[in-house]
């Protein structure tokens, strides 16, 4: 049985006939199976002559995929959040190719395309689970919404919202501001960071509690245990505030509560081949610069 890959990428990233040639010219190449997302192949055939068959395209879930070995997707990290949550199956591999600028996810780029399908072929993949966060009082159809960056509550209004944050029952605090970002290890170099809050290596076992734009000066990011439930209480003069995962958007009405956990589930991150945590912070950073030159 040969192996099988999950391509994913989405409309908004520029791809290019020389990126889509090389990718399927590495499928053929391995002789891997594979499927599809709708939008990707509609790209691959505008820019190629390549005829994507019916049945290897899937729409707003990959479906079970019992004999898939990884998922590859190409783009920014925002293309590789919308990936896992279209992932049914969470126990398999997720790889992101960087085709765009800062990238903490997909921190392979085009370069590495080559060195990644050969890890495929080889079973020599460097996988690393992270931590996601289970997310209860959302109105999603019945379907579990799980976050592996964050979770935020934000104001939709100009007027102040109101955030209060209980952690196994006990208030930490009247978040009185923009709103309250929940971040796991993994979302710490992004919505949290650019708040403020601090640099967490993933294999770290917590949760961050970060306040946007608060109007207390004295509030600080606080770091909590991901065996902690965290209960979010929803205060808006104007009756709603806006609810982010990840790359999702919902409301939330005055008054309405959320709870956050660890989920069971963890995402298998495919790691760049001698590539780092670190390394990536120095590159993506810029902290090997000497600004003094």
Not at 48 to 77: H, N, W
Not at 102 to 119: C, H, K, M, P, Q
Not at 250 to 266: P, Q, S, V
Request: with cysteine; net charge negative.
């Amino acid at each position: 049985m040969s192996t099988k890959i999950l391509l994913f990428s989405r409309p908004q990233i520029a791809h290019t006939q020389g990126d889509v040639e090389r990718i399927f010219s590495l499928i053929e190449h391995y002789g891997f199976d594979f499927a599809i997302n709708q939008e990707f192949a509609q790209i691959v055939e505008q820019l190629t002559e390549r005829k994507i068959e019916p049945e290897r395209i899937y729409a707003y879930e990959t479906g079970e995929q019992p004999t898939a070995s990884v998922m590859l997707c190409f783009g920014g990290d925002g293309t590789l959040l919308e990936g896992i949550h279209r992932l049914s199956n969470k126990a398999i591999p997720v790889a992101g190719i960087n085709l765009g600028h800062l990238g903490f996810l997909t921190s392979a780029t085009r370069d590495d395309i080559e060195i990644l399908f050969e890890n495929v072929a080889s079973g020599k993949l460097s996988i690393q689970p992270r931590t996601l966060l289970d997310v209860e009082g959302v109105k999603a159809d019945g379907v579990r919404v799980l976050a592996l960056n964050e979770v935020a509550i934000q104001r939709l209004e100009a007027s102040m919202l109101k955030v209060e944050a209980k952690v196994n029952g006990q208030t930490v605090a009247q978040y009185n501001g923009d709103g309250l970002i929940v971040s796991t290890p993994t979302g710490s170099t992004a919505y949290s960071l650019s708040a403020g809050g601090p640099i967490v290596a993933p294999g770290c076992e917590c949760f961050l509690l970060t306040p946007l734009a608060p109007h207390n000066f004295g509030m600080r990011p606080v770091v909590i245990p991901d065996t902690a439930e965290i209960v979010l209480s929803v205060h808006s003069r104007h009756g709603e505030a806006m609810l982010s995962i990840d790359n999702r958007t919902y409301r939330l009405g005055d008054g309405e509560e959320i709870t956050l956990r660890k989920a069971i589930e963890k995402i298998l991150l495919v790691q760049p081949h001698n590539i780092s945590f670190y390394q990536t912070l120095h590159s993506k950073m810029g902290w090997d610069v000497d600004i003094r030159n």
